[in-house]
């Protein structure tokens, strides 16, 4: 997403790779592929990102390898859609084209998270969801007590620097550290480590979202110790377990993390 593009954008720019340009997405008016302020990459070999896809998209780059050849002064073009191009879209965009440069990366703002979560457990299911949120403009705490059990370097491509793994002891501790609003996810190997968990987050009771993997049958017993433990009632109603939006079934580590993500995305973009 726009994360990676930035990214790529400043590692092409301190390389000095080769020369590339900037198209960015100024006006969107109608029904349009994106909003204003997307940007993708054109190099004379390669184009990173997307500002929609289909004719638009063919004619930006073109236009964009133009400049690159013919070495001229950045430009803006106007696209209605649906009479110049044949997309079904129907509206309009004005794209901007200018060089990849000091001035066009200190213009880039690095795209505020959708959410910052913490994610408890690097077992199977934590590290399919991460190789799904590496693809995100998110921020994550990836916490395990276990050092060994998180994922070389290698499984990412490239290395996500939205992602930070913490190897810590006491991981009941780190529930602190988060932001107000915050995301928890708790699916560690343990379920006495999860119910510490559970009622650290319950009980501090400012988080965005909560989802403990488990069946029905698990929240009911946590539901019950830790009403013990005076977590009023209200405060476990919010939260999830199990986990995942419904209408993905399965145990597979993999479904189970699109489920979870598609159940992250809609409470961010509720709020």
Not at 43 to 66: C, M, P, W, Y
Not at 180 to 208: C, M, N, Q
Request: aromatic share 6%; with cysteine.
């Amino acid at each position: 997403m726009d994360r990676h593009i930035r990214r790529t954008a400043r590692a092409w720019r301190q390389a000095a790779r080769h020369p590339a340009v900037v198209v960015q997405v100024l006006e969107s008016k109608g029904s349009a592929p994106r909003h204003a302020g997307t940007r993708m990459l054109v190099s004379a070999r390669e184009a990173v990102g997307t500002i929609g896809g289909g004719h638009l998209e063919l004619k930006a780059i073109a236009a964009a390898r133009e400049m690159l050849a013919e070495g001229r002064e950045p430009f803006q073009r106007h696209y209605p859609l649906g009479p110049a191009l044949g997309q079904c879209c129907g509206g309009a965009v004005t794209l901007g084209f200018d060089w990849l440069d000091d001035a066009a990366l200190a213009a880039w703002p690095e795209p505020e998270p959708m959410f910052h979560l913490q994610l408890y457990g690097a077992g199977h299911v934590g590290q399919a969801i991460v190789r799904l949120l590496a693809t995100l403009d998110c921020r994550v705490d990836w916490i395990d007590e276990r050092e060994e059990q998180f994922p070389s370097a290698e499984v990412f491509t490239p290395a996500p620097d939205h992602i930070r793994a913490v190897a810590v002891d006491a991981v009941e501790g780190e529930v602190a550290l988060a932001p107000p609003g915050a995301f928890y996810l708790v699916l560690t190997h343990s379920h006495d480590l999860d119910l510490r968990l559970t009622e650290a987050i319950l009980k501090r009771g400012d988080f965005g979202f909560f989802g403990l993997i488990g069946s029905a049958t698990k929240r009911a017993r946590f539901t019950h110790r830790l009403e013990a433990k005076g977590v009023a009632p209200e405060t476990l109603a919010r939260m999830h377990c199990p986990i995942g939006i419904e209408g993905i079934n399965g145990k597979e580590p993999e479904l189970i993390a699109v489920a979870v993500v598609a159940q992250l995305l809609q409470v961010a973009q509720q709020k």
